[in-house]
């Protein structure tokens, strides 16, 4: 059980996220949507703890998260495996190479700064590259890959950390509707297949319907619905932001960098 206790983070005197509580049992998939500015990005940081509360706890079967420290602070970014928007990959090494970058937590420093892997890790990666349809891109430079199958080549090496929780920032905002559909297939599947708990941020209301469990949606750093997605109308929309679907989404996407807008825009429905 991941839990969120009274969640806040401030920067200056904006208030990002205000005063979250939420709990989120094991094994389920939650969408969180928003306008840009609502939250959504920085209370998934603050889970990764790569953007610390300004108060408030986070626990995780009963460890408060927000107190751990060093090594232990580590191993909760290892098994709360973070996935961005942007890929994060090293576009000039091979995409295996990439994938194997999930193993470093669980080796010794020396090896993992000598980049020496073990022969089962390689096959680790490889079976889970297999799994997303990329083993025979293995050796390419990360590079030479379409966006959709970057993002994949994120989730296997999100796999290969043995992650408890993943969070999913945007992961679908610069692509295609053909890749967003075959990155949120994966994401579903390491989520029904791995029993992995999964966040996932989102911009497009009918990919949360589809996708998740749980929808949560945010608006001014505070949670203004919390429920299942059958329960988020049409009319739930206008009633929670005041505008139609088609006019929120639009909103949501003025939090997406320039360069990548045009292609975001492509996955609203028609």
């Not at 610069?174 to 029904?192: E, F, G, H, I, T």
């Not at 469990?213 to 206008?238: E, H, K, N």
Request: one cysteine or more; a positive charge.
């Amino acid at each position: 059980m991941l839990e969120l206790q009274s969640l806040t983070r401030r920067f200056g005197e904006r208030t990002a996220v205000d005063n979250v509580s939420l709990a989120f049992p094991a094994g389920q998939m939650v969408g969180v949507i928003g306008r840009s500015g609502a939250g959504k990005s920085t209370l998934l940081r603050m889970i990764n703890r790569l953007t610390e509360p300004t108060s408030g706890r986070i626990l995780h079967d009963g460890v408060d998260v927000t107190a751990l420290k060093g090594q232990a602070l580590r191993d909760w970014r290892t098994r709360c495996a973070m996935i961005f928007q942007q890929f994060n990959l090293v576009q000039r090494l091979p995409v295996l190479t990439n994938v194997l970058v999930g193993r470093l937590n669980h080796r010794p420093v020396i090896s993992s700064l000598l980049g020496r892997f073990t022969a089962a890790e390689r096959a680790m990666a490889l079976t889970a590259l297999d799994r997303f349809d990329l083993a025979e891109q293995a050796l390419q430079r990360a590079d030479t890959l379409s966006g959709g199958q970057q993002q994949r080549v994120a989730i296997a090496r999100a796999l290969l950390q043995e992650p408890r929780i993943i969070l999913a920032d945007e992961p679908i905002a610069s692509l295609d509707p053909r890749n967003a559909q075959v990155v949120m297939d994966a994401l579903r599947d390491v989520n029904r297949r791995d029993g992995l708990t999964v966040l996932c941020n989102l911009h497009h209301l009918d990919t949360a319907r589809a996708y998740c469990d749980r929808i949560v949606a945010m608006q001014a750093g505070r949670v203004v619905f919390d429920g299942v997605p059958a329960a988020l109308t049409a009319d739930a929309v206008r009633d929670i932001y005041g505008v139609s679907e088609a006019e929120f989404e639009e909103e949501a996407l003025a939090s997406i960098t320039p360069s990548r807008a045009s292609r975001a825009a492509a996955a609203l429905p028609a």
